[in-house]
């Protein structure tokens, strides 16, 4: 009578049907970085295996991601100039603008989205436009930009947009820029409840983000703000958002279960940069079996409630799925 549990986990074809959640290939966005240059395939210190890739090198990066079976990426651009708005974002010619062109031109099959910010494009790497008095980011202006910012991505053949800058009506905005400019059919990805996080340092180190002055509490959430954070994904799918995101992933697993549990929207999460690292460094120490580690810590992210991951490990995993390692 005490074998009510293990008697269903003893055989192994028996454990694998009663397996109640599931990492898929198809669950997975694979985010890259593009730079000016040709050939150019610069590794991050902080997180081994993620690069800076010139625009070539990022078409060439998806024959790898397909064969893999991975046909979704997440583009952050590095301008070659910065300055006080973000002018290379709004440009038609800018570096995502001519990446997504590239990509698109190259692999009609994948799908591309983009992250609409602007802290890369800064010179003082804030998310929008600095205003005088406030010291930080002026919420309106920057929802102006964001809307032109978003049509570019579109006409550039964009598949999805995916804004990340957590100002106060952005999907809105941006909604509206779009539907106005005739792509009523673009869907939004909005990073919803957003933390302001310690775990973005080594993003900050590729994409070349890092605030000047300051930090972004006054745009990202507290981290302690449960409650808040259901408020900011409800808003956003009031506001038009088709799929809500929680962002860091591993350290906010309860609230992806809360968001999944209030809202019947698809439900994305962003395996971020400082999570990535942190595995690589432990498996480096010796100190864990990386890719056990690693398919635990992506299943815990399905089991918690989200539909797609946003991970540097999208490679890794889809090569473990793909041979259908039981691991
Ligand atoms: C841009 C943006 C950031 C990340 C994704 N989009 C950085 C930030 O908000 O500072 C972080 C991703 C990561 O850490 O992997 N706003
Ligand atoms: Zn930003």
Redesign the pocket.
């Known amino acids: 009578m005490f074998a009510r549990f293990r008697r269903k986990r003893i055989n192994p074809i028996l454990r694998e049907m009663l397996q109640e959640t599931h990492l898929r290939v198809d669950d997975m966005i694979y985010?890259l970085f593009a730079r000016r240059g040709t050939g150019i395939k610069k590794e991050i210190v902080s997180m081994p295996g993620v690069y800076q890739m010139s625009i070539d090198e990022i078409v060439k990066e998806c024959v790898e991601l397909k064969k893999l079976g991975l046909y979704s990426v997440i583009l952050?651009g590095i301008p070659d100039i910065k300055d006080s708005i973000g002018s290379d974002a709004l440009c038609e010619h800018g570096i995502i603008a001519d990446t997504i062109r590239a990509v698109k031109n190259a692999h009609p099959d994948m799908f591309v989205v983009t992250?609409l910010?602007?802290?890369?494009y800064t010179d003082h790497g804030h998310?929008g436009v600095l205003d005088p008095v406030l010291h930080t980011v002026n919420n309106d202006i920057t929802l102006d930009n964001l809307g032109l910012q978003a049509v570019i991505h579109a006409r550039s053949g964009a598949d999805m947009i995916?804004p990340?800058?957590?100002m106060d009506g952005m999907i809105t905005a941006i909604r509206g820029a779009l539907d106005a400019a005739g792509f009523d059919n673009l869907p939004i990805m909005s990073?919803s409840s957003?933390f302001?996080?310690a775990?973005?340092?080594?993003?900050?180190d590729?994409?070349e983000?890092?605030?000047s002055f300051g930090d972004?509490r006054s745009y990202?959430m507290n981290p302690a703000n449960r409650r808040e954070a259901i408020m900011e994904s409800l808003e956003d799918e009031k506001e038009g958002a088709d799929i809500l995101m929680v962002?860091?992933a591993l350290a906010y697993l309860d609230i992806i279960r809360d968001i999944k549990e209030r809202s019947d929207l698809p439900l994305a999460c962003?395996?971020?940069?400082?999570?990535?690292a942190m595995l690589k460094a432990a498996a480096k120490a010796g100190v864990i079996d990386y890719d056990r580690v690693m398919m635990e810590t992506l299943l815990a992210f399905k089991r918690a409630g989200a539909d797609i991951i946003?991970t540097?490990h999208a490679k890794e995993a889809a090569e473990i799925l793909n041979n259908r390692a039981k691991i």
């Open positions: 985010p952050f992250d910010c602007f802290c890369e998310c995916a990340s800058g957590m990073y957003k302001a996080s775990y973005y340092g080594p993003f900050r590729v994409a983000s890092a605030p972004r990202q962002k860091p962003y395996n971020v940069s400082g999570e990535y946003i540097y």
